[in-house]
């Protein structure tokens, strides 16, 4: 669809005789700034409208105010960056008051990157950074000098554009005389690419880029058009020409020829040539409407700007419509029309007056609710820090009196501030964008006595964070954070409730991540709908409260695992108990020896000891005689004082790979060395290489692998949850809920372990059966799935005969989970079972705990009934031998109730089993044991079990 290509002019703001350097409008479109060489002034728009040449109603812009420069600074450029913050870059290398370089500023482009902006100079562009701590911007990248040849001259910088199509953060800079070149930013790893260089280009100038990148406009010399550059064929293409004929040399004694601008996402170009506005088709080159607008260079702004195109939305924001006329003689002696009268109001408008005025009477005093409530902040004042509050921003002080989101009696002073933004925001809305002029007055009106309240709150806040400051100075003043045991009491009774609810499903019954999710939305949902026309005015605070995200809830209510590191004399089982768990060492928290006093009154100096009997010590740099042991990985350390075993639970394959083989040899001694049986000598002839392979493969035999580390960590939280459901921690009001649970979870047919939570049930475990077989379903199982099934049957009573013609399946459901075979599923097919034990040596079969993949799975059954008994074929992983069996850790009592066994790699021979017997599915993992000659597989059961 064409754009309609019919414009008027809406405004005419005279200026003084200076010539002024820049100009800006305000994003909303209400204010606009003219920046001159040594002042700046800013002019308002304001009500009503004046009839101008054209016959047609022009807005009236009025001067607001006027801001003198530094003496001796002269500004450059001009951008508004917020609503309310205009930033000016002056020739000395200055933006608004901070100093970033001493290069003459001539652009700044629009912030892409989160809290960073682009700076261009005659010789430079640099990335700012906005830091946090101090409030302030500073220059943290520079793109290359170009050419990149150190003894040439750098280029002047023309243009600098942001490529927003691109991928990647991408900068066109085009330099003096005839280069265009593509930078590539990648900040995070601190490096700047040139991609391409765009040469041949006939005298670049100031220009513009396409909304999607492709090309690069910029004016001829001689004023007759525009040249393209053609960034994706890296070559010039046809350019913009007028109508007239060209005339050499016609516009030479221009200062600066107009930049153009792309309009309409980018289908059309506006651009000054032959003393006229062009509107060009960019597909075509051809111009489709000319704007007859003699001296817009020499006469209006010597500096050749051709002017800001303002959005849809910022149009709207003007007073007075845009008409399809056409734009007429300014020597037109048609009699003035009378002003327009304002519109009736409909029954729409009189109903949104209506809802202005009840907002207007709900916005009650902030003294009234504020009232005498303890306020908690979100970081309470310190002693350790000045802050000087009276020189502070609206913003600061904001920031500074942030309310603690976990206190409940902050709960109605939260609510407050929230009904202050939303009443705030659309008060804004309506009296910017509402052609009515009544409505646009009350909204102005509801927005002055909002902001009114904001301002008294931030007064409240402010005085009382000043309260609690000075507070700190009294002597009998004295710490009570320390005494608060839970953060239960913190919440409010609905939010804490569904904390629980939540909780107790996600760590009891098994509730995915996912569906938590669902459920926590699900509730703030209902929470909203039952507010919705509630008066409180905290009440939006309550489903605002609520995360998606089960982990926040978990941490919230404290129910992680919490530790405290210990050392235990071997000779007397003192314990020490370290103050500071968070220290990265964690043994220098502990003295070097016990100070046990016996009966005597003898003092017993014993040393530690490790697992080998080595005297412990953290002073040295890893100089043993013996082979180390666990318990001294954290006083072993790199040169850079990295420890050895921080560096290898956090680096990565590639960091291991980097290291040089007189760190690899450190990092093998204490992390694969104890569990191996070589020597220092054969340590020091094994390759770099080697020496990498070895510590890879270590990586999950010494520590707790992610599955022990997960249902640690869930056990835990289990517990702590029981603790919580105690009638002393929760307030009265859960009297109900606890009761609910303990019905529920702490009867006889429920508990902890996957086989209890079923125990009392008919239908334990048996295959979910939802299809009727037909006939075409059944086949004949081959010879060799028949003699296996046969062999099955050998050590069970059966009565009825084994059946030859079943229904072959690929998966199955027990448990609420799927098993399938290998061929469709490897992840489903890992399983543990029991079986007999057929081991020649033993008298008589026993029962054992076997693990394998399924092969296949097929079901006895009738046409046109559901299945009767179901068995798999399952091929086991091989076992250990007795002797070997002894030297497993997890069928000892060092991992006994981690219910994991090792086996050997490989297969053995295809068993059958009836699906009755598949407890669960397992985990596995290749490990290799000191005492255990060749690798050996872990398998660990995915049950509570």
């Known amino acids: 669809m064409s754009p309609r290509l019919d414009y ?107 809290g960073r902006a682009v700076v261009s100079g005659d010789s430079e562009v640099c990335i700012w950074k906005y830091s946090k701590k101090s409030d302030n911007w500073r220059p943290s990248h520079y793109l290359p000098d170009y050419p990149p040849s150190s003894s040439s001259t750098p280029s002047k910088v023309v243009s600098v554009h942001w490529d927003n199509n691109s991928l990647e953060d991408t900068l066109i800079v085009g330099y003096l005389p005839d280069v265009l070149v593509t930078f590539v930013l990648r900040l995070k790893q601190n490096q700047v690419e040139i991609i391409q260089e765009t040469t041949g280009v006939d005298q670049v100038a100031p220009g513009s880029l396409s909304p999607d990148g492709q090309f690069y406009v910029y004016a001829m010399l001689n004023g007759q058009g525009y040249h393209v550059v053609d960034l994706n064929a890296n070559e010039v ?19 600066k020829i107009p930049v153009p601008r792309f309009m309409f996402g980018g289908d059309y170009l506006l651009g000054y040539c032959d003393s006229s506005l062009y509107l060009w ?127 409940s009696s902050n709960s109605t002073l939260r609510g407050y501030q929230a009904i ?62 320390n005494l608060h045991k839970s953060p239960l009491e913190a919440y409010p009774i609905t939010v804490l409730a569904v904390y629980l609810l939540v909780a107790t499903l996600h760590l009891i019954s098994a509730l995915s991540q996912a569906d938590c999710s669902f459920l926590l939305k699900g509730f703030a949902f209902v929470v909203r709908a039952a507010t919705h026309q509630s008066t409180n005015v905290y009440a939006p605070s309550l489903w605002s409260s609520l995360p998606s995200d089960i982990r926040t809830v978990l941490q919230r209510l404290n129910l992680g695992p919490r530790f ?152 835990c939280s289990v517990q702590n949850l029981k603790a919580v459901y105690n009638a002393e921690n929760l307030p009265d009001a859960f009297c109900d809920l606890i ?14 372990r ?46 009825s005969p084994l059946p030859r013609t079943v229904v072959q399946r690929d998966a199955i459901f027990r448990f609420g989970q799927r098993f399938a075979t290998y061929k469709l599923s490897p992840s489903d097919s890992q399983v543990v079972y029991i079986d007999i034990d057929k081991t020649p040596s033993l008298t008589s079969p026993k029962l054992r705990r076997h693990v394998g993949i399924i092969r296949e799975i097929f079901s006895q059954a009738h046409a046109g009934q559901q299945a009767v008994r179901t068995w798999a074929v399952i091929q086991p992983l091989r076992q250990l031998t007795p002797q070997e069996t002894k030297h497993d850790p997890y069928r000892s009592n060092r991992f006994r109730r981690i219910g994991g066994c090792l086996f050997r790699p490989g297969f053995g021979r295809e068993v059958v089993v009836d699906v009755m017997a598949i407890r669960c599915h397992f985990a596995s993992c290749v490990v290799e044991m000191p005492a255990i000659e060749g690798e050996c597989v872990v398998a660990l059961p995915l049950n509570k079990d």
């Open 8 to 114: 008027r002019r809406v405004a005419t703001i005279s200026l003084s005789g200076d010539a002024f350097v820049d100009f800006a409008l305000q994003p909303q479109g209400t204010l606009l700034g003219v920046a001159f060489k040594s002042y700046l002034k800013i002019y308002a728009i304001k009500n009503g409208a004046n009839i101008g040449e054209d016959q047609a109603a022009q807005e009236v812009w009025v001067e607001l105010a006027t801001y003198d420069f530094p003496p001796g600074h002269q500004a450059t450029v001009l951008v508004w960056t917020a609503p309310t913050l205009l930033a000016v870059g002056f020739d000395r290398g200055h933006v608004v008051l901070y100093h970033t370089s001493f290069e003459c500023f001539t652009g700044i482009q629009e912030v892409k990157l989160s």
């Open 237 to 255: 293409a046809p350019p913009f020409c007028g109508t007239a004929p060209r005339i050499k040399d016609q516009c030479s004694c221009m200062q």
């Open 281 to 407: 088709q960019v597909e075509n080159r051809i111009p489709v409407r000319t704007f007859p607008v003699d001296g817009i260079v020499t006469d209006l702004n010597h500096e050749g700007f051709l002017g800001r195109w303002i959005s849809s939305y910022e149009r709207r924001v003007h007073r007075s419509p845009m008409i399809e006329d056409e734009v007429n003689s300014p020597q037109s002696c048609c009699p003035p029309p009378s002003p327009p009268s304002p519109p009736a109001m409909n029954a729409e408008d009189q109903q949104l007056m209506q809802h202005l005025e009840e907002l207007h009477m709900q916005v009650v005093s902030a003294e009234q609710i504020a009232g005498n409530h303890p306020i908690f902040f979100h970081q309470p004042p310190s002693s350790a820090t000045q802050i000087r509050t009276s020189t502070m921003q609206s913003a600061d002080i904001d920031k500074l009196c942030a309310l603690d989101t976990s206190a």
């Open 420 to 481: 202050l933004n939303r009443t705030a925001q659309f008060a804004r809305v309506q009296a910017a964008e509402h052609p009515n002029l009544q409505i646009q007055n009350r909204a102005q009106a509801l927005l002055a006595h909002v902001v009114h309240e904001q301002d008294t709150l931030r007064l409240i806040l402010l005085r009382e964070w000043r309260r609690q400051r000075e507070m700190l100075k009294e002597k009998n003043y004295m710490d009570t954070s």
């Open 564 to 715: 405290r590191t210990s050392i235990t004399c071997p000779r007397c089982s003192k314990v020490y108990v370290s103050k500071d768990d968070q220290d990265e060492d964690a043994l220098a928290a502990f003295p070097q020896e016990c100070d046990w006093t016996n009966d005597s009154g003898e003092r017993i100096r014993q040393g530690w000891f490790t697992e080998e009997g080595a005297p412990l010590s953290t002073s040295d740099n890893g100089d043993w005689q013996g082979p180390p042991s666990i318990v001294s990985y954290n006083s072993v350390k790199f040169p850079d004082s990295v420890a050895v075993r921080k560096f290898y639970n956090t680096a990565s394959k590639t960091k291991i790979q980097q290291l040089a083989k007189a760190d690899l040899v450190i990092l093998f001694r204490q992390m694969v060395l104890p569990s191996t049986q070589l020597s220092d000598s054969t340590v020091e002839k094994l390759l770099a290489p080697v020496l990498v392979e070895r510590v890879h493969r270590q990586n999950h035999s010494i520590f707790v692998g992610e599955i022990e580390l997960t249902m640690f960590r869930k056990f």
């Open 739 to 752: 009761k609910i649970y303990e019905d529920t979870y702490q009867s006889d047919t429920r508990g902890t």
């Open 754 to 799: 996957l086989s209890d939570i079923f125990a009392h049930e008919e239908r334990f475990g048996v295959v979910d059966e939802h299809c009727v077989w037909k006939t075409d379903d059944f086949s004949s199982l081959s010879d060799f799935t028949f003699s296996l099934l046969q062999e099955w049957g050998q050590y069970r009573p059966i009565t």
